[in-house]
T-cell receptor, first 111, second 115 residues
Framework: DAKTTQPTSMDCAEGRAANLPCNHSTISGNEYVYWYRQIHSQGPQYIIHGLKNNETNEMASLIITEDRKSSTLILPHATLRDTAVYYCIAADRLGNEKLTFGTGTRLTIIP | GAVVSQHPSWVICKSGTSVKIECRSLDFQATTMFWYRQFPKQSLMLMATSNEGSKATYEQGVEKDKFLINHASLTLSTLTVTSAHPEDSSFYIC???????????FGDGTRLSIL
């Protein structure tokens, strides 16, 4: 699986959009970009995933660059409950289904 | 939808005992389930991949005789930590996926403390 790089930590003001970047410059053509988050002492929560088109669901939007070497997760109106560690993972859905978790980005929403 | 239930949420037991953790997919049939372990201040580490009706595939460095995995049905996988010792104390998390393009969904984890 492609290695991903994320900032260690970020702060965002409550009510503002939180933009979390992720670099995956070695991603291969059949690897999806998955985003999960983990709130303290809980299991990871699935947020969104995509291959090359931008995706949006009720939780977030995922913007993938045209060359697919990076992506940005957008939480449109951050709340205090969005404080968590966010993981960006590139994984091959066709054969290798394993998710390799890195260190993620610790997002803190500031009141 | 896509709810994964894990039981128990936490367990404390004496060194040398065996502990069984259950992982259930409540509203879907999971072709594959995964078991992860997370030590304090660290990220999740995959322990093994479990396919219904077949033997689990363990990651390098994970002892298959110590961490017994059974995936007897499409909705249940169990992890048994045999002869647990204090160094096995950790947060154990399972996940399940339907298949195809569907993502993995995680349980809420089991915090295991061995005294």
């Amino acid at each position: 699986d492609a290695k991903t790089t994320q900032p260690t930590s970020m702060d965002c003001a409550e009510g503002r959009a939180a933009n979390l970047p992720c670099n995956h410059s070695t991603i291969s053509g059949n690897e999806y970009v998955y985003w999960y988050r983990q709130i303290h002492s809980q299991g990871p929560q699935y947020i969104i995933h995509g291959l090359k088109n931008n995706e949006t669901n009720e939780m977030a939007s995922l913007i993938i660059t045209e060359d697919r070497k990076s992506s940005t997760l957008i939480l449109p109106h951050a709340t205090l409950r969005d404080t968590a560690v966010y993981y960006c993972i590139a994984a091959d859905r066709l054969g290798n289904e394993k998710l390799t978790f890195g260190t993620g980005t610790r997002l803190t929403i500031i009141p | 939808g896509a709810v994964v239930s894990q039981h128990p949420s936490w367990v404390i037991c004496k060194s040398g005992t065996s502990v069984k953790i259950e992982c259930r997919s409540l509203d879907f049939q999971a072709t594959t389930m995964f078991w992860y372990r997370q030590f304090p201040k660290q990220s999740l580490m995959l322990m093994a991949t479990s396919n219904e009706g077949s033997k689990a595939t363990y990651e390098q460095g994970v002892e298959k005789d110590k961490f017994l995995i059974n995936h007897a049905s499409l909705t249940l996988s169990t992890l048994t930590v045999t002869s647990a010792h204090p160094e096995d104390s950790s947060f154990y998390i399972c996940s399940a996926r339907l298949g195809g393009n569907q993502p993995q969904h995680f349980g809420d984890g089991t915090r295991l403390s061995i005294l």
